[in-house]
């Protein structure tokens, strides 16, 4: 890894951390107890989502399930007709209020060996949304292993790339609403031989997701 993103991974969980404890402080102090249950469990999410169909459930570990202290939690692998394989993870919080809130891939994975390798933000387009949703692209490798993520954090309220971003909306929105539910939901497509494809495969993924999963999240 050089030392210029060896340098950004550092600041950045610098940052999160540094927010999180302002975040817990504020929405402590003046927001009411808060609990927003899911409207449906994450594992009825449907076995298939536009022409996506399950290949595989992965059970969270304790370990993690303990790291994360998220109410709910999906990990699961589905196949598209064409034979690609994309991961989608989702991790559900009732509320942020006792301090837990989603970890950011960009700490978690370098921190699971994975190497950052580029990164920046991506518009995708979702069917009945006016607008499209702005969300995170993130490339690792470990060994000859390449990963093309696609990340972002959902709220009743909108869909926030920015990891900053969405700590100051939690807090607004305590203020404001009461509330501080929020999921990261996570899309993982392996990088063959194009970068592009893996892209393509992955925002067609997500494209058929969105809506389906809205609909298990609070509104």
Same mark, same amino acid.
């Given at each position: 890894?050089?030392?210029?993103?060896?340098?950004?991974?550092?600041?950045?969980?610098?940052?999160?951390?540094?927010?999180?404890?302002?975040?817990?402080?504020?929405?402590?102090?003046?927001?009411?107890?808060?609990?927003?249950?899911?409207?449906? %469990?994450?594992?009825?999410? #449907?076995? &298939?989502?536009?022409?996506? !169909?399950?290949?595989?459930?992965?059970? *969270?570990?304790?370990?993690?399930?303990?790291?994360?202290?998220?109410?709910?939690?999906?990990?699961?692998?589905?196949?598209?007709?064409?034979?690609?394989?994309?991961?989608?993870?989702?991790?559900?919080?009732?509320?942020?209020?006792?301090?837990?809130?989603?970890?950011? %891939?960009?700490?978690?994975? #370098?921190? &699971?060996?994975?190497?950052? !390798?580029?990164?920046?933000?991506?518009? *995708?387009?979702?069917?009945?949304?006016?607008?499209?949703?702005?969300?995170?692209?993130?490339?690792?490798?470990?060994?000859?292993?390449?990963?093309?993520?696609?990340?972002?954090?959902?709220?009743?309220?909108?869909?926030?790339?920015?990891?900053?971003?969405?700590?100051?909306?939690?807090?607004?929105?305590?203020?404001?609403?009461?509330?501080?539910?929020?999921?990261?939901?996570?899309? *993982?497509?392996?990088?063959?031989?194009?970068?592009?494809?893996?892209?393509?495969?992955?925002?067609?993924?997500?494209?058929?997701?969105?809506?389906?999963?809205?609909?298990?999240?609070?509104?």
């Amino acid at each position: 890894m050089s030392p210029k993103l060896s340098f950004l991974r550092s600041r950045l969980s610098q940052s999160v951390t540094l927010v999180l404890v302002v975040q817990a402080c504020m929405v402590s102090i003046l927001a009411p107890a808060e609990k927003v249950p899911l409207t449906r %469990p994450l594992t009825e999410i #449907p076995r &298939s989502l536009s022409g996506w !169909t399950l290949h595989q459930e992965s059970a *969270i570990d304790p370990e993690i399930q303990q790291l994360l202290k998220a109410d709910e939690t999906l990990s699961r692998t589905y196949t598209s007709p064409a034979g690609t394989y994309a991961n989608l993870f989702v991790a559900f919080f009732k509320s942020q209020r006792a301090g837990a809130a989603p970890h950011s %891939p960009k700490v978690c994975l #370098p921190g &699971s060996g994975w190497v950052p !390798t580029e990164s920046n933000a991506i518009d *995708i387009p979702i069917d009945g949304r006016p607008d499209p949703i702005h969300v995170n692209r993130y490339i690792v490798s470990k060994g000859e292993d390449r990963d093309l993520i696609i990340y972002w954090y959902q709220t009743p309220y909108r869909v926030i790339a920015n990891e900053l971003t969405a700590k100051y909306y939690t807090i607004l929105d305590g203020l404001r609403y009461h509330r501080s539910d929020t999921a990261l939901v996570r899309v *993982i497509v392996p990088i063959g031989k194009s970068e592009t494809e893996a892209e393509s495969q992955a925002v067609q993924f997500v494209q058929g997701a969105f809506n389906p999963l809205r609909e298990f999240l609070p509104l």
